[in-house]
C-alpha cells in the first residue's frame, strides 16, 4: 500500500499511470451504473438508484483526484460513449450532455489534484464545475442548435434527483482519498 501512496503522493504522476488509471476509471463508470440499475431492477425500483446515485460520476472525479486532469477528463469524456455503446445507456438525448459534464467533473478535480484544500471542497468544485458545464450545454442545445425538445429547467432537475449521489460523493471519495493517499 505504501507504494500506491507514494505513487499517488507525487506531483506527477507518469504517463502510463494515468493510462491505466483512465482504463480502470472507464471499466468502472461503466460497471457500477449497472450494478445500480441491476439493484433498481431486483428491488422493483427500476432506474431510480442509478439516476438518484450517481454512480458514474464517482470514478469520474476519484481519478481526476488521484491522477491527474489528463485522466479524470479523458474518462469522462469517453465513460458515457463506451457505455452507451455497450449497454444503450445513458439515453441517446443525454449522451452528449453527459461526456461534457463528467469531462468537466474529471478535469476540474484533476486540477485540484494537488490544491491546498481538503477533499470535500476538491469535490464540491468539481461538481460545481461540471454541473455549470451541463447547464451551458443545455442552453447552448436550446439557443444555438434550436433544440426543441429540451428544457432548461433540465439541469436543476437533474441536481435534485441526483442529490443521494452528490452527498454520496462528499462522503465517500474524501474517505476513499484519506484510506489511499494518507492525507487530506
Not at 469524456?77 to 467533473?105: D, H, K, T, W
Not at 477533499?119 to 443545455?138: H, M, T
Request: glycine letters at 10%.
Amino acid at each position: 500500500m505504501s507504494s500506491i501512496s507514494h505513487i499517488l503522493n507525487q506531483k506527477r504522476i507518469s504517463v502510463k499511470i494515468q493510462t491505466l488509471a483512465t482504463i480502470c476509471a472507464i471499466i468502472t463508470a461503466v460497471a457500477l451504473p449497472q450494478l445500480f440499475h441491476l439493484i433498481g431492477n431486483i428491488s422493483g425500483l427500476g432506474k431510480v438508484p442509478g439516476v438518484a446515485f450517481l454512480p458514474m460520476h464517482l470514478p469520474i472525479i476519484m481519478v481526476g483526484l488521484l491522477a491527474g486532469a489528463y485522466a479524470g477528463a479523458v474518462a469522462g469524456f469517453l465513460s458515457p460513449a463506451v457505455s452507451f455503446s455497450i449497454s444503450g445507456m445513458p439515453p441517446v438525448a443525454s449522451l452528449p450532455f453527459m461526456m461534457v459534464e463528467l469531462c468537466i467533473y474529471g478535469l476540474v478535480s484533476g486540477l485540484l489534484r494537488n490544491a491546498r484544500m481538503s477533499s470535500f471542497f476538491k469535490v464540491l468544485v468539481a461538481q460545481l464545475a461540471g454541473r455549470i458545464f451541463y447547464a451551458i450545454a443545455i442552453v447552448s442545445a436550446i439557443h444555438v442548435f434550436g433544440n426543441q425538445s429540451l428544457h432548461i429547467s433540465s439541469a436543476w432537475t437533474g441536481t435534485t434527483t441526483g442529490l443521494y449521489g452528490i452527498l454520496l460523493q462528499w462522503t465517500l471519495i474524501p474517505l476513499v482519498l484519506y484510506r489511499v493517499k494518507g492525507k487530506e
